[in-house]
T-cell receptor, first 115, second 113 residues
Framework: DAGVIQSPRHEVTEMGQEVTLRCKPI?????LFWYRQTMMRGLELLIY????????DSGMPEDRFSAKMPNASFSTLKIQPSEPRDSAVYFC?????????????FGEGSRLTVL | QKEVEQNSGPLSVPEGAIASLNCTYS??????FFWYRQYSGKSPELIMS??SNGDKEDGRFTAQLNKASQYVSLLIRDSQPSDSATYLC?????????????WGAGTKLIIKP
């Protein structure tokens, strides 16, 4: 398997623009997670899905953030409008079973810079 | 008190020595425990998981769990410069009907040749 695939790897945009990050989880994994990592705040869980259904979105910072998982092989994280404080590395991760739901496989991340 | 605490480091260890990384957690309901390694500019990578009290060994890595004292540690034997990275501790616990993975802030490990 190719692992978790994220795109784009790098995104530089201007404040106010819409940003869409994409993720393809590992085939067969039924959990998908979106994380954000910054030096100041570390690794933060934004939202996670189980079998394409959002389970916990309490980490989504505000209404500017939205995430979808239309099918088992694709998810998006959208920021509209983007702000400089959204600059971070965004990771997508997937995992297989509830009991090992801490055994995550991470994508390479999308580094977002909002000017 | 943070739910999962790690010393941020950096922890400097000479090559060939044992590196000892520690993590404490506050919730006694914690179910499972994980160590991730993150190289600079890369994504976290799972290196050890442990579910019951005691030691678990995998090559040069040993995870130790003590639920009574609420700590989990990672020992790296025969440390190599390639072990230099940030090590993240993560604790999985059941809240309501959902599992929640709580992350520590990570310990930066530097192995000096």
């Amino acid at each position: 398997d190719a692992g978790v695939i994220q795109s784009p790897r790098h995104e530089v945009t201007e404040m106010g623009q819409e940003v869409t990050l994409r993720c393809k989880p590992i085939s067969g994994h039924d959990y998908l997670f979106w994380y954000r990592q910054t030096m100041m705040r570390g690794l933060e869980l934004l939202i996670y899905f189980n079998n394409n259904v959002p389970i916990d979105d309490s980490g989504m910072p505000e209404d500017r953030f939205s995430a979808k998982m239309p099918n088992a092989s694709f998810s998006t994280l959208k920021i509209q409008p983007s702000e400089p404080r959204d600059s971070a590395v965004y990771f997508c991760a997937s995992s297989f079973a509830t009991s090992q739901a801490g055994e995550l496989f991470f994508g390479e991340g999308s580094r977002l810079t909002v000017l | 008190q943070k739910e999962v605490e790690q010393n941020s480091g950096p922890l400097s260890v000479p090559e060939g020595a044992i590196a000892s990384l520690n993590c404490t957690y506050s919730d006694r309901g914690s179910q499972s425990f994980f160590w991730y390694r993150q190289y600079s500019g890369k994504s976290p990578e799972l290196i050890m998981s442990i579910y019951s009290n005691g030691d678990k060994e995998d090559g040069r890595f040993t995870a130790q769990l003590n639920k009574a004292s609420q700590y989990v540690s990672l020992l790296i034997r025969d440390s190599q410069p390639s072990d230099s990275a940030t090590y993240l501790c993560a604790v999985n616990l059941l809240r309501g009907s959902n599992y929640q993975l709580i992350w520590g802030a990570g310990t930066k490990l530097i192995i000096k040749p």
